[in-house]
């Protein structure tokens, strides 16, 4: 018998919502038993921490669904096997629909969902002055703990879709391959404020969802992009680290790799073309 079947095996009757169906159980014990490279107490301590993490937190009954469409584009089917309460008009999204433009669009060649934030597009510091604003409507809040909620949020719904296409495919899907376009990223976008709430959810990210990226590129990146990612690397695991691929203007051959055309939007080389754009964004013309 092979160490993870034995690590999976161990963890079977776990009873926590997190890990109760056996659908994509299998998959989210791959990822941390791969996290702790296949140690099985390392891995036990890591998925008890962040089970621990998901019952304080309110991970497992946080709301993302029906999530205004500007972040969700090219999936159908959405609201099967959601059974969390509705979400209502949440204020940071509202407030974020002028400067950050982030959306889930449709899949990758090996059945991954795809996240595309056209980050040279954003306005960090209206994002931090956003998050700053409805934490102050709140008790013991902060403007990184506002982040970090519409994060999980974004990263609750990432793993919905998994679920969605682990029954599609009848094998475990738990991962997701990132895009960032840098287009248009300068100065303005090296703020302080907006790495330290990035540093916050990148943490929460290796700590309690280990092993989700399949892929990660950074497009059209100019020279500048080395200092964010200076400060971003060293908090990022080594085997994540390594999944980042920083390209600059001729990116599209290494994207069409893993995403076909009709999946990829139009300014990213791809052939699709979602009513509305396939990512918000101030133009709103791809």
Not at 153 to 165: D, I, S
Not at 186 to 191: A, G, M, P, T
Request: net charge positive; hydrophobic share 35%; proline share 5%.
């Amino acid at each position: 018998v092979s160490t993870q079947s034995t690590w999976e095996s161990t963890h079977t009757g776990v009873m926590h919502t997190y890990l109760s169906d056996p659908r994509w159980r299998e998959g989210i014990l791959h990822r941390f038993y791969t996290a702790r490279n296949g140690d099985i107490d390392k891995a036990s301590a890591m998925l008890s921490k962040a089970l621990e993490w998901r019952t304080q937190y309110g991970a497992d009954t946080l709301p993302f669904l029906p999530i205004p469409s500007r972040f969700l584009k090219g999936y159908s089917g959405v609201e099967q096997l959601y059974n969390r309460a509705k979400l209502t008009e949440d204020p940071l999204l509202t407030r974020l629909s002028d400067c950050y433009y982030g959306t889930w669009h449709k899949w990758d060649r090996e059945g991954h969902p795809v996240f595309i934030e056209r980050s040279g597009r954003a306005n960090p510091r209206k994002i931090v002055a956003a998050a700053k604003e409805v934490a102050a409507t709140k008790k013991n809040s902060c403007m990184e703990d506002e982040l970090l909620r519409a994060h999980v949020m974004f990263m609750e719904l990432g793993c919905h879709l998994c679920k969605l296409q682990t029954l599609k495919l009848e094998r475990p899907v738990c991962r997701f391959t990132y895009i960032c376009d840098m287009d248009g990223y300068n100065w303005s976008h090296i703020y302080t404020p907006i790495f330290n709430a990035l540093k916050h959810v990148i943490q929460n990210d290796e700590r309690n969802y280990p092993e989700t990226t399949r892929h990660a590129f950074v497009v059209n990146s100019p020279q500048i992009v080395s200092i964010g990612w200076n400060i971003i690397r060293p908090i990022l695991a080594k085997r994540t680290a390594e999944k980042v691929h920083i390209l600059g203007k001729h990116y599209q051959p290494k994207l069409l790799e893993v995403i076909a055309s009709e999946q990829l939007p139009l300014f990213l080389g791809g052939t699709c073309e979602c009513v509305g754009g396939c990512v918000a964004g101030p133009d709103q013309k791809t």
